[in-house]
């Protein structure tokens, strides 16, 4: 009979202990308790709405501030500037990306003091 060596425990053992043909680990080490203290932290997280909603803004905003360069001869780039800063700031913050927040601030003062000399 066939035998594989699980990759965890290092024993031979037959087809049958490990749940499919591509399963490298038998099925007594895949279900041992630490295991499965291992899958539940890499449990998939929700999200909160407040960050669902700031993802979706930040999107709109990082969208606003791609297009801005190619405005800016129009006179309207600053204000998109502004506007890109004012949506992506709730994602970053949310999320705690201070570098990011740091960045968007720089923005909207950097463009604030561009429109404000024009
Ligand atoms: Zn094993």
Same mark, same amino acid.
């Given at each position: 009979?066939?035998?594989?060596? &699980?990759?965890?425990?290092?024993?031979?053992?037959?087809?049958?202990?490990?749940?499919?043909?591509?399963?490298?680990? &038998?099925?007594?080490?895949?279900?041992?308790?630490?295991?499965?203290?291992?899958?539940?932290?890499?449990?998939? !997280?929700?999200?909160?709405?407040?960050?669902?909603?700031?993802? !979706?803004?930040?999107?709109?905003?990082?969208?606003?501030?791609?297009?801005?360069?190619?405005?800016?001869?129009?006179?309207?780039?600053?204000?998109?500037?502004?506007?890109?800063?004012? &949506?992506?700031?709730?994602?970053?913050?949310?999320?705690?990306?201070?570098?990011?927040?740091?960045?968007?601030?720089?923005?909207?003062?950097?463009?604030?003091?561009?429109?404000?000399?024009?």
């Amino acid at each position: 009979m066939y035998k594989r060596r &699980c990759n965890v425990c290092g024993q031979k053992k037959s087809d049958k202990k490990f749940l499919h043909g591509k399963k490298k680990t &038998c099925i007594s080490c895949e279900r041992r308790w630490w295991m499965r203290v291992l899958r539940l932290m890499v449990l998939e !997280r929700k999200l909160t709405p407040m960050e669902r909603l700031g993802n !979706r803004l930040g999107y709109m905003g990082s969208a606003f501030i791609m297009m801005s360069p190619y405005l800016l001869p129009y006179g309207i780039g600053g204000y998109t500037y502004l506007l890109g800063a004012v &949506c992506s700031l709730p994602q970053v913050w949310i999320a705690k990306q201070w570098n990011l927040v740091a960045i968007n601030f720089n923005l909207l003062i950097g463009y604030g003091l561009y429109i404000w000399n024009s």
